[in-house]
């Protein structure tokens, strides 16, 4: 390399960590680095002094909503991946419950959207109970849930992304009332999404709609997915 | 096997990852209550609304969320690779709301930097100043020189954007890049001694 190459890349570092080169000179100015020692050795010693500028800015408050945003997702992903492996695990072991009182606790239903759907797998010796009804307004969507005593986990599959600002919104309804079911999320890059449904005791219908960031109190919105729980 | 918040409490960031990549809420919940406060500060000072920046960090914290297990300890502390996702995804949002074309490569890898993991020891403690004096280290520059830092770091333009918005040649900008990290190294290296 000749000096003027050098000296040119050199003038680019600071640029380069404080992420103000454009795409491809930050590539042409990696691949030098790559060969050059003194230039690898420089970036290396200015590159704390980029790293400390984020604490620099002063310090606000985030709201206690964003954190319990996050950690509903959270654990609503969280529980979606214990659950995951329906193939290959018996149902009952997702929840990781004892099998003579998992079995009879375990409902599973499996929804069909865009219609109506009635499943009825019978229920002999006491088993599971899986019939349900399943509406919704959004063909080509799909929902399987899963209750375990009063936890139910509701996963949806082949959803649109939503609009900037919007989430999804789950409902529980007991008797007329409808309630939200505090289980705010949003699709996965391809489709999916889980969400946990706490105190399932008494719900009929479980109801997802898209609500503004933040949840609404009460439904906008017409269901995206309707899922009837059997008693 | 899950870990309780409590004991995951007392882990490091790097040893909270490896549990983050195994879905653990409780060890991420305590990576958030660590790192969501710096986060959403310099969200906030990049786009400055306070809805968008939470949306920057719950994007940012999900992504971490999902991808935990592609940190790479060898490459960085937890701390710089978080701030550097969420500074990215804070600019994203920038640029696309002023119509700018995405200048940066939004794979968060990308802010896994290649370095010695000698060099975290010296990061690490770098970080552990004050901020009153990190501030300072940043105010005492020359302003010509903390202005184009900022308009680079916490605006998102690019070197030759700066030049024009400036009216200055593009080396001069360059320069006072090079010269302003220069002094905040040297004043960083100063409180270290």
Request: hydrophobic content about 40%; glycine content about 10%; overall charge neutral.
């Amino acid at each position: 390399m000749n000096e003027t190459e050098h000296d040119r890349r050199r003038d680019d570092l600071a640029a380069y960590l404080l992420g103000a080169l454009e795409p491809g000179e930050a590539a042409e100015l990696e691949r030098h680095v790559a060969g050059c020692a003194e230039c690898e050795e420089e970036l290396e010693r200015l590159r704390p002094a980029v790293q400390v500028l984020p604490e620099t800015v002063e310090r606000v408050e985030a709201s206690p909503a964003l954190r319990g945003r996050l950690m509903e997702q959270v654990r609503s992903e969280a529980a979606g991946s214990q659950a995951a492996p329906a193939s290959s695990q018996p149902s009952r072991w997702r929840f990781g419950l004892r099998p003579a009182a998992g079995l009879a606790a375990l409902a599973l239903v499996v929804a069909a959207i865009g219609g109506y759907a009635i499943r009825d797998s019978g229920s002999g010796g006491g088993g599971p109970k899986t019939t349900t009804v399943v509406t919704g307004h959004s063909p080509g969507v799909t929902a399987e849930m899963v209750r375990a005593g009063e936890t139910g986990t509701l996963r949806l599959a082949n959803l649109h992304q939503l609009p900037a600002g919007k989430v999804l919104q789950a409902w529980v309804q007991r008797g007329k009332q409808v309630v939200s079911a505090k289980a705010l999320f949003v699709p996965n890059s391809d489709g999916t999404a889980t969400a946990t449904i706490d105190g399932m005791k008494g719900v009929s219908t479980v109801m997802v709609t898209a609500e503004p960031r933040g949840g609404s109190v009460q439904p906008t919105s017409a269901p995206i997915v309707s899922v009837v729980i059997p008693n | 096997m899950k870990i309780r918040a409590s004991k995951a409490e007392r882990l490091a960031d790097e040893e909270l990852m490896p549990r983050i990549g195994e879905k653990d809420p409780d060890a991420f919940e305590v990576f958030y209550d660590r790192h969501g406060g710096v986060a959403f500060s310099l969200a906030y000072r990049i786009v400055g609304e306070r809805g968008a920046a939470e949306d920057v960090v719950q994007e940012a914290f999900i992504s971490i969320w999902r991808s935990g297990a592609r940190y790479d300890r060898a490459r960085g502390s937890v701390r710089s690779w978080m701030l550097g996702i969420v500074r990215n995804r804070a600019i994203d949002f920038l640029r696309s709301k002023a119509g700018r074309a995405p200048k940066l490569d939004f794979d968060d890898d990308a802010v896994l930097e290649h370095r010695p993991s000698a060099e975290l020891t010296d990061a690490e403690a770098l970080r552990r100043e004050t901020t009153h004096e990190l501030r300072g280290a940043l105010g005492e520059l020359p302003g010509e020189q903390s202005k184009v830092i900022e308009l680079a770091y916490f605006g998102g333009f690019s070197h030759s954007e700066i030049a024009k918005m400036l009216d200055v040649p593009l080396g001069t900008v360059k320069g006072r890049m090079r010269l302003g990290l220069e002094k905040i190294r040297g004043e960083l290296a100063g409180g270290l001694a």
